[in-house]
């Protein structure tokens, strides 16, 4: 399809959805064989095997929460989405929560909070939460909203609902901005998509809240740009490997350490790879090569299959695939209603 079109819009809400159930299966595993994950994979390809459903986890809940409060209110409203968090968890507290923002959701659920940015701030010691669960929740924004100054800010204040340190919330402006260059068709341009990306972080951790969150956790002055800068040196080798991108850009539960990660994925697998089967598309291998890397599978998977399902639209997600997962064709419904949502304000409707 071509730019912000509904095939992009349903791959995208689609394949976070499938990216989270099926990196359930590997989430914290230190290593994941390559042939562990294409036994995983084929079986979700083979109807008769009867696996059943794969459950969504808390990545995708919150994102539900998300979607259902944009189209809800035509657009952001903090104390719609908090309450959305805190009634989401309580009704299904164990879709694999991170343990501190267990406590933040609990404390939105109380009638006499005020403000509802106060939970996530009291965070680690007033320091707010560094996790990637502002940015694993981040694409329905770039959904909503055609505006990239509007996808900035509200994926930055929908993650400070809970995560409250720059290191949190900027993933998730990251991983927004991301979703949106791909629904635009950025990715027929690799280097360029990287170097968009890059120039908008440069601006984004441009100020005095992300320079102080850097000193005190002895990160670069600019976190995300350094890590982007190490996205689109692995880009330009020919051979990387596993355990190099590991190193260099890491795969655990920290947005500055899963974000750039899924990014990655996305641009790696643009083009077939040796350790990938030769007659699976791109979305297949992003999500296959997520998984291989280990760690923060679900979450990774699901960053990066949002940001390749925009690209590659939803032709390019196996049927079954879609069958097998929980909440997937929610997405897809739910994918068509923000279309409207996005055309509508693009239209200034
Ligand atoms: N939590 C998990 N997986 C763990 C295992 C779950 C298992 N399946 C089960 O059911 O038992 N996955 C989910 O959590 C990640 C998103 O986490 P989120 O929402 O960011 O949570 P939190 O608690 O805010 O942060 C996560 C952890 O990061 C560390 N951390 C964050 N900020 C910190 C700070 N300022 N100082 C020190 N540590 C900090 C803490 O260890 C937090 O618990 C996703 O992977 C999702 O899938
Ligand atoms: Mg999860
Ligand atoms: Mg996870």
């Given at each position: 399809?071509?730019?912000?079109?509904?095939?992009?819009?349903?791959?995208?809400?689609?394949?976070?959805?499938?990216?989270?159930?099926?990196?359930?299966?590997?989430?914290?595993?230190?290593?994941?064989?390559?042939?562990?994950?294409?036994?995983?994979?084929?079986?979700?390809?083979?109807?008769?095997?009867?696996?059943?459903?794969?459950?969504?986890?808390?990545?995708?809940?919150?994102?539900?929460?998300?979607?259902?409060?944009?189209?809800?209110?035509?657009?952001?409203?903090?104390?719609?989405?908090?309450?959305?968090?805190?009634?989401?968890?309580?009704?299904?507290?164990?879709?694999?929560?991170?343990?501190?923002?267990?406590?933040?959701?609990?404390?939105?659920?109380?009638?006499?909070?005020?403000?509802?940015?106060?939970?996530?701030?009291?965070?680690?010691?007033?320091?707010?939460?560094?996790?990637?669960?502002?940015?694993?929740?981040?694409?329905?924004?770039?959904?909503?909203?055609?505006?990239?100054?509007?996808?900035k800010?509200?994926?930055?204040?929908?993650?400070?609902?809970?995560?409250?340190?720059?290191?949190?919330?900027?993933?998730?402006?990251?991983?927004?901005?991301?979703?949106?260059?791909?629904?635009?068709?950025?990715?027929?341009?690799?280097?360029?998509?990287?170097?968009?990306?890059?120039t908008e972080m440069e601006e984004v951790e441009g100020?005095?809240?992300?320079?102080?969150?850097?000193?005190?956790?002895?990160?670069?002055?600019?976190?995300?740009?350094?890590?982007?800068?190490?996205?689109?040196?692995?880009?330009?080798?020919?051979?990387?490997?596993?355990?190099?991108?590991?190193?260099?850009?890491?795969?655990?539960?920290?947005?500055?350490?899963?974000?750039?990660?899924?990014?990655?994925?996305?641009?790696?697998?643009?083009?077939?790879?040796?350790?990938?089967?030769?007659?699976?598309?791109?979305?297949?291998?992003?999500?296959?090569?997520?998984?291989?890397?280990?760690?923060?599978?679900?979450?990774?998977?699901?960053?990066?299959?949002?940001?390749?399902?925009?690209?590659?639209?939803?032709?390019?997600?196996?049927?079954?695939?879609?069958?097998?997962?929980?909440?997937?064709?929610?997405?897809?419904?739910?994918?068509?209603?923000?279309?409207?949502?996005?055309?509508?304000?693009?239209?200034?409707?």
């Amino acid at each position: 399809g071509g730019p912000a079109s509904l095939s992009r819009f349903r791959g995208a809400l689609v394949a976070a959805v499938l990216g989270d159930c099926v990196g359930g299966e590997f989430e914290g595993a230190e290593e994941v064989p390559m042939e562990s994950v294409l036994q995983h994979l084929s079986s979700l390809y083979d109807e008769t095997k009867g696996n059943g459903i794969l459950e969504y986890s808390d990545d995708t809940a919150m994102a539900r929460c998300v979607v259902q409060s944009l189209l809800t209110r035509a657009g952001f409203d903090e104390q719609d989405m908090a309450r959305r968090f805190a009634k989401e968890y309580s009704a299904s507290p164990g879709r694999g929560y991170g343990s501190g923002v267990i406590q933040v959701l609990k404390k939105l659920s109380s009638p006499q909070l005020s403000d509802v940015y106060q939970p996530a701030r009291d965070q680690f010691n007033g320091r707010g939460s560094f996790g990637n669960g502002g940015a694993m929740r981040a694409a329905p924004f770039a959904l909503a909203f055609p505006d990239p100054v509007d996808v900035k800010r509200f994926a930055r204040l929908g993650a400070m609902l809970t995560h409250s340190c720059s290191l949190g919330y900027n993933g998730a402006v990251l991983q927004a901005l991301a979703v949106h260059l791909s629904l635009q068709g950025a990715l027929d341009l690799p280097q360029q998509f990287i170097s968009r990306l890059i120039t908008e972080m440069e601006e984004v951790e441009g100020n005095e809240a992300t320079r102080n969150d850097a000193r005190i956790l002895k990160e670069a002055e600019k976190p995300f740009c350094e890590r982007l800068h190490r996205v689109r040196d692995l880009m330009d080798r020919s051979k990387v490997s596993i355990e190099e991108v590991i190193s260099e850009l890491g795969n655990g539960i920290a947005a500055l350490h899963s974000v750039p990660t899924a990014i990655f994925c996305v641009l790696h697998c643009l083009q077939p790879r040796e350790c990938l089967p030769e007659n699976y598309g791109g979305l297949e291998r992003t999500i296959a090569y997520s998984l291989a890397l280990g760690g923060d599978t679900d979450t990774i998977a699901c960053m990066a299959g949002a940001i390749a399902g925009a690209h590659y639209g939803i032709e390019a997600i196996p049927q079954s695939w879609i069958k097998c997962c929980e909440g997937a064709e929610d997405a897809d419904m739910n994918a068509e209603r923000l279309h409207m949502l996005y055309h509508q304000s693009s239209q200034g409707g």
